[in-house]
């Protein structure tokens, strides 16, 4: 059963950072990619950004040039650097793996933008 565990979600104010990490239980380079999405009150949940397996990546318009998404091998983490935060960005931001035509999915860390 292949888990994903994300973490470093939380409060801030605008135009700070938050680092999300999804921790999968499996080696990572056994999925095709893995990313991140994020589904905000009332919303489709939509991509937010998406790596590769040969490390190609993937970023939603509204989060070009303040996201970044990056990967450690070693420790099976994709990592979600979110910087310059609106309040737009508030959601709860889900870790994906995929493989073939199977998603796997991890829990959620909410986010939440505000003065």
């Known amino acids: 059963q292949v888990q994903l565990v994300e973490s470093g979600g939380g409060l801030v104010q605008p135009g700070r950072s938050l680092l999300l990490s999804c921790v999968v239980s499996e080696n990572m380079f056994n999925f095709n990619s893995m990313g991140w999405y994020r589904q905000a009150r009332g919303k489709l949940r939509e991509l937010v950004a998406e790596?590769?397996?040969?490390?190609?990546?993937t970023y939603a318009e509204s989060v070009k040039g303040r996201f970044t998404i990056s990967r450690d091998g070693a420790e099976n983490t994709v990592y979600l650097q979110m910087n310059d935060l609106r309040p737009e960005d508030t959601a709860d931001y889900y870790c994906?793996?995929?493989?073939?035509?199977?998603?796997?999915w991890g829990q959620g860390t909410q986010v939440t933008v505000s003065p």
């Open positions: 994906i793996a995929r493989l073939l035509r199977t998603d796997y």
């Open positions: 790596i590769n397996i040969g490390g190609r990546t």
